[in-house]
Nanobody, 125 residues
Framework: QVQLAESGGGLVQAGDSLRLSCAAS????????MGWFRQAPGTEREFVAR????????YYADSVKGRFTISRNRAKNTLYLQMNSLKPEDTAVYYC??????????????????WGQGTQVTVSS
């Protein structure tokens, strides 16, 4: 089993920045990739960003491209999401997730095997 713990969420104003962290523990054998998803009230969980654990290739949702940056520290088994120029529509619970097995769709939550509990990000206008 892998345990994931997100941190760094909070209440900010539009235009501000936040950095989310996700610490992995337990059976942290090298994952294929890790990603961030978010879910606002009354909506489905949506893909935000993904990074391949070994090579560092990244993917982003169009809505965050140019504003958010995903990164990882392999030595610390930690995933990050730097969020700049935040907008009210970025308000959601943000989840990190581990994709253990290659071959799935990078943006589909079904491709990810382990999930954190989430951290709330609220952006006021």
């Amino acid at each position: 089993q892998v345990q994931l713990a997100e941190s760094g969420g909070g209440l900010v104003q539009a235009g501000d920045s936040l950095r989310l962290s996700c610490a992995a523990s337990g059976r942290t054998s090298t994952p294929n990739a890790m990603g961030w998803f978010r879910q606002a009230p009354g909506t489905e969980r949506e893909f935000v960003a993904r990074i391949s654990w070994s090579g560092g290739s990244t993917y982003y949702a169009d809505s965050v491209k140019g504003r958010f940056t995903i990164s990882r520290n392999r030595a610390k088994n930690t995933l990050y999401l730097q969020m700049n120029s935040l907008k009210p529509e970025d308000t959601a619970v943000y989840y990190c997730a581990v994709d253990k097995i290659p071959g799935g769709l990078y943006y589909a939550h079904e491709s990810y095997n382990y999930w954190g509990q989430g951290t709330q990000v609220t952006v006021s206008s």
